[in-house]
C-alpha cells in the first residue's frame, strides 16, 4: 500500500479518491452574527480570452467564489459537484473560479474533464476579507456582502442544504 503511494501515477488518484469520500458532506453555513461581510470590491481578474473582470460587478448579487489548482488532490474531488451546481445556478448567481495557473493548464484540465465553467486569474490581490491560506476554499456570498459560507477542503457542493442556502438566499 505504500508503495502505491509513492508512485507518482499512482499517488495522485488514490488521493483525489480519498478526498471524494472526504467530500460527500456539505459545507456549513456561518452564524448571522459571526459572519464577515465584504468591505472591499476592488479585485480585477481575467479570463483565459484575456476579458478583464471586476469583481465590483458582484455587489449586490449572490456569488461563489472558489480558490483551487489542477494539482490540487481535495480541488479535483469536489469539481464535479462545483460543475452540477454551476449548471444548475449560472444564471441565478455569480461564480467566480479562480486559479493562479496558466491557462494553458486550466484549459487543458477544463476540457479533458468536460467542465464549462469559466475560470479567471488574478490580476490585483483579493480583498483581505478572504485570507486564502490553502486549497480549495470556497466562499458563499449574499447579496449584502455577508460571507455565509467559509470552506476550506473538499465539500459536496450539488447536496440539497447548499441548493437550499442559495434559493433562500436569491429570495
Same mark, same amino acid.
Given at each position: 500500500?505504500?508503495?502505491?503511494?509513492?508512485?507518482?501515477?499512482?499517488?495522485?488518484?488514490?488521493?483525489?479518491?480519498?478526498?471524494?469520500?472526504?467530500?460527500?458532506?456539505?459545507?456549513?453555513?456561518?452564524?448571522? !452574527?459571526? #459572519?464577515?461581510?465584504?468591505? %472591499? $470590491?476592488?479585485?480585477?481578474?481575467?479570463?483565459?480570452?484575456?476579458?478583464?473582470?471586476? =469583481?465590483?460587478e458582484t455587489k449586490g448579487k449572490v456569488v461563489?467564489?472558489?480558490?483551487?489548482?489542477?494539482?490540487c488532490p481535495p480541488c479535483i474531488a469536489e469539481?464535479? !459537484?462545483? #460543475?452540477?451546481?454551476?449548471? %444548475? $445556478?449560472?444564471?441565478?448567481?455569480?461564480?467566480?473560479?479562480?486559479?493562479?495557473?496558466? =491557462?494553458?493548464?486550466?484549459?487543458?484540465?477544463?476540457?479533458?474533464?468536460?467542465?464549462?465553467?469559466?475560470?479567471?486569474?488574478?490580476?490585483?490581490?483579493?480583498?483581505?476579507?478572504?485570507?486564502?491560506?490553502?486549497?480549495?476554499?470556497?466562499?458563499?456570498?449574499?447579496?449584502?456582502?455577508?460571507?455565509?459560507?467559509?470552506?476550506?477542503?473538499a465539500a459536496n457542493w450539488n447536496s440539497e442544504?447548499?441548493?437550499?442556502?442559495?434559493?433562500?438566499?436569491?429570495?
Amino acid at each position: 500500500m505504500i508503495g502505491v503511494l509513492i508512485i507518482p501515477q499512482t499517488r495522485l488518484p488514490i488521493q483525489v479518491l480519498l478526498h471524494k469520500s472526504l467530500a460527500l458532506f456539505s459545507p456549513s453555513t456561518i452564524d448571522a !452574527s459571526k #459572519q464577515n461581510t465584504i468591505k %472591499d $470590491y476592488n479585485w480585477i481578474l481575467k479570463n483565459n480570452k484575456g476579458v478583464i473582470f471586476n =469583481f465590483e460587478e458582484t455587489k449586490g448579487k449572490v456569488v461563489l467564489i472558489n480558490f483551487w489548482a489542477t494539482w490540487c488532490p481535495p480541488c479535483i474531488a469536489e469539481m464535479p !459537484s462545483m #460543475q452540477l451546481l454551476y449548471d %444548475d $445556478y449560472k444564471d441565478k448567481i455569480e461564480f467566480v473560479f479562480v486559479s493562479n495557473e496558466t =491557462f494553458s493548464v486550466i484549459n487543458e484540465f477544463i476540457q479533458k474533464n468536460e467542465y464549462n465553467f469559466e475560470v479567471y486569474n488574478p490580476i490585483t490581490k483579493y480583498p483581505d476579507t478572504f485570507n486564502v491560506s490553502s486549497i480549495p476554499r470556497t466562499f458563499l456570498i449574499d447579496k449584502e456582502g455577508n460571507i455565509v459560507v467559509d470552506k476550506t477542503g473538499a465539500a459536496n457542493w450539488n447536496s440539497e442544504k447548499v441548493r437550499k442556502t442559495i434559493d433562500a438566499l436569491l429570495l
